[in-house]
T-cell receptor, first 116, second 107 residues
Framework: DGGITQSPKYLFRKEGQNVTLSCEQN?????MYWYRQDPGQGLRLIYY???????QKGDIAEGYSVSREKKESFPLTVTSAQKNPTAFYLC???????????????FGDGTRLSIL | AQRVTQPEKLLSVFKGAPVELKCNYS??????LFWYVQYSRQRLQLLLR??SRESIKGFTADLNKGETSFHLKKPFAQEEDSAMYYC?????????FGTGTRLQVFP
């Protein structure tokens, strides 16, 4: 189904290389999020954006960067500074934050990143 | 720091047995709590939220402020309930997830 599209599904990175994970949504949602999912650790927030041209660090932002130039797009770059990048990455969006912060988050299918 | 604790990594039951997936939170304010579910080969999706006081697919969850718990319950488990379940709490404009519990329902 549509809504949130993450690409690619699988991604391989060489040592010292930056890679960018794509996340696009057609739900007209203001807020977007990136999570990292590791076995036994649940989902941890990397970065989030409440509105275009604005984003904030989550709990584990080191070694990652994002941009929010368009409402529909929130790409995540895994830089060479991220020493343990192998994980499953999930993108999510929600209508907004603040007063309507109880709105559910909609998730993509995820991207699995591995180190060569 | 705000935390969500799911003490069980795996919960195995037989079809028709009652199910309770535990979730405890630590938050000094008024919590907003959710249960998310991920079925095999499907996306993570919202199951229910405490403010709605709803029952979805036979599941309910009651907020117990005294015990700071939001356990997910179903009186009779079905095989199609087998999935990964995450409890989450909202912290200002972010969600804090627990580590998840895998529910296995055997025939």
């Amino acid at each position: 189904d549509g809504g949130i599209t993450q690409s690619p599904k699988y991604l391989f990175r060489k040592e010292g290389q930056n890679v960018t994970l794509s996340c696009e949504q057609n739900l007209n949602h203001d807020a977007m999020y990136w999570y990292r999912q590791d076995p036994g650790q649940g989902l941890r927030l990397i970065y989030y954006s409440q509105i275009v041209n604005d984003f904030q660090k989550g709990d584990i932002a080191e070694g990652y960067s994002v941009s929010r130039e368009k409402k529909e797009s929130f790409p995540l770059t895994v830089t060479s500074a991220q020493k343990n990048p192998t994980a499953f990455y999930l993108c999510a969006s929600s209508i907004g934050t603040g007063q309507i912060s109880n709105q559910p988050q909609h998730f993509g299918d995820g991207t699995r990143l591995s180190i060569l | 720091a705000q935390r969500v604790t799911q003490p069980e990594k795996l919960l195995s039951v037989f079809k028709g047995a009652p199910v309770e997936l535990k979730c405890n939170y630590s938050y000094s304010g008024s919590p907003e709590l959710f249960w998310y579910v991920q079925y095999s080969r499907q996306r993570l999706q919202l199951l229910l939220r405490h403010i709605s006081r709803e029952s979805i697919k036979g599941f309910t969850a009651d907020l117990n402020k005294g015990e700071t718990s939001f356990h997910l319950k179903k009186p009779f488990a079905q095989e199609e309930d087998s999935a990964m379940y995450y409890c989450a709490s909202r912290r200002t404009d972010k969600l804090i997830f627990g580590t998840g519990t895998r529910l296995q329902v055997f025939p």
